[in-house]
């Protein structure tokens, strides 16, 4: 099952490539969860879950600097793929924009990892009692 797991997680990261992820690293999270007792797709879930929560996280803050209509330049740059674009027009409205994605994306893994870590300890307790 793990080599089904590894090949799961190849391809959700393939398909992961966003503008911030030179920037952010999940793998961490990701192994916390091969230590969870819980199916490939269970796992495929939780990690799309994980990709999706950080892909959230990451536009919230962008966007709560930026102006009203420079939030519809970023989201059609995000939309188009334009990495270089976005990168460009970011540093241009954003101050420390770099920092700020890595600081919310920290914050967003810390309660990830707390997350983790509950579920691993009433898993071992349910089991106990069972």
């Known amino acids: 099952m793990k080599f089904l797991w590894a090949q799961l ?3 959700i990261f393939l398909n992961m490539k966003q503008f911030y992820t030179h920037l952010v690293e999940i ?4 192994v916390e969860l091969d230590k969870l007792d819980l199916s ?17 996280t990451i536009l ?3 966007l709560s600097e930026l102006k009203e209509e420079d939030k519809r330049v970023f989201l059609k740059h995000v939309h188009d793929g334009e990495h270089d674009k976005l990168w460009e027009f970011l540093n241009g409205k954003v ?3 770099e920092d700020k994605i890595k600081k ?4 967003l893994k810390v309660e990830m990892h707390k997350d983790l870590k509950e579920a691993r300890q009433k898993r071992s307790t349910t089991k106990v009692d069972d």
Do not use: G, T
């Not at 793998?27 to 990701?30: F, L």
């Not at 797709?41 to 990690?47: D, F, K, S, T, V």
């Not at 919310?104 to 914050?107: K, V």
């Open 9 to 11: 997680k190849s391809r």
């Open 27 to 30: 793998e961490e999270i990701i």
């Open 40 to 56: 490939d797709e269970q796992r495929h879930h939780l990690a799309s879950l994980v990709d999706s929560s950080l892909h959230h």
């Open 60 to 62: 919230d803050a962008i």
């Open 95 to 97: 101050d420390n924009v």
């Open 104 to 107: 919310s994306a920290e914050q």
